[in-house]
């Protein structure tokens, strides 16, 4: 069984550009959640998809988002760059009514410039 | 609010056992998972505990009392590969919202 991935494994931009990060769930899995971990930090709840909706959100700014599409993939936008954003962006999947394990994808190493 | 503590750093022995703690405050409790992290990786999953008690997977095991608000995760026989981040989460029942602590970085010395 093929776990989650993520695309692309580094992304470099400058400040004030857009930023989008891609996840393919688990097959069967149907939630995504989205964290944020910047060096030496633990990991910060972004946002949660499932079943194509937006159940839930971290305290981040709007100029994170994302959506999920039919297939429960899901993309995650950061707009309008800041070097803070520099981090380890790991996505998860989980399988709606199981016992909520999460399971994470490598992560997308976003540096900005 | 949510809070979930544990040690920022241990170091134990190779064929020790070591115990990380992890104590959390949350509005609803509805399970609490153990991941290890090793320094560039995503986090993998280790345990799941949801009932009070000890759960024993192998050389590792977790414990769970909701009253004090309290886990450990226990690693037996230690090894080289065993150093890494270990990281306690708290799912609420509101939005099924896990919470991460901040991870505790254990060092396996020979």
């Known amino acids: 069984e093929a776990g989650v991935t993520q695309s692309p494994t580094h992304l470099i931009k400058t400040r004030g550009q857009q930023a989008t990060l891609r996840c393919s769930p688990i097959s069967g899995h149907t939630s995504v959640y989205w964290y944020q971990q910047a060096l030496g930090l633990g990991l910060q709840f972004l946002l949660w998809?499932?079943?194509?909706?937006?159940?839930n959100r971290g305290n981040f700014p709007p100029r994170f988002s994302g959506r999920q599409f039919p297939n429960y993939s899901s993309e995650l936008n950061v707009n309008a760059l800041e070097l803070e954003d520099s981090a380890l962006y790991l996505c998860?999947?989980?399988?709606?009514?199981?016992?909520?394990?999460?399971?994470f994808g490598p992560g997308t190493r976003l540096t900005v410039l | 609010g949510q809070n979930i503590d544990q040690p920022t750093e241990m170091t134990a022995t190779e064929g020790a056992i070591v115990q990380i703690n992890c104590t959390y405050q949350?509005?609803?409790?509805?399970?609490l998972f153990w991941y290890q992290q090793h320094a560039g990786e995503a986090p993998t999953f280790l345990s799941y505990?949801?009932?009070?008690g000890l759960e024993e997977k192998g050389r590792f095991s977790s414990f769970l009392s909701r009253s004090k608000g309290y886990s450990y995760l226990l690693l037996k026989e230690l090894q080289m590969k065993d150093s890494a981040s270990y990281l306690c989460?708290?799912?609420?029942?509101?939005?099924?919202?896990?919470?991460f602590g901040a991870g505790t970085r254990l060092f396996v010395k020979a």
């Open positions: 998809y499932d079943e194509g909706e937006e159940r």
């Open positions: 949350t509005s609803g409790f509805n399970g």
């Open positions: 989460a708290v799912r609420n029942t509101g939005g099924f919202k896990t919470i």
């Open positions: 998860a999947s989980r399988r709606t009514g199981g016992t909520d394990t999460q399971y």
């Open positions: 505990n949801v009932l009070d």
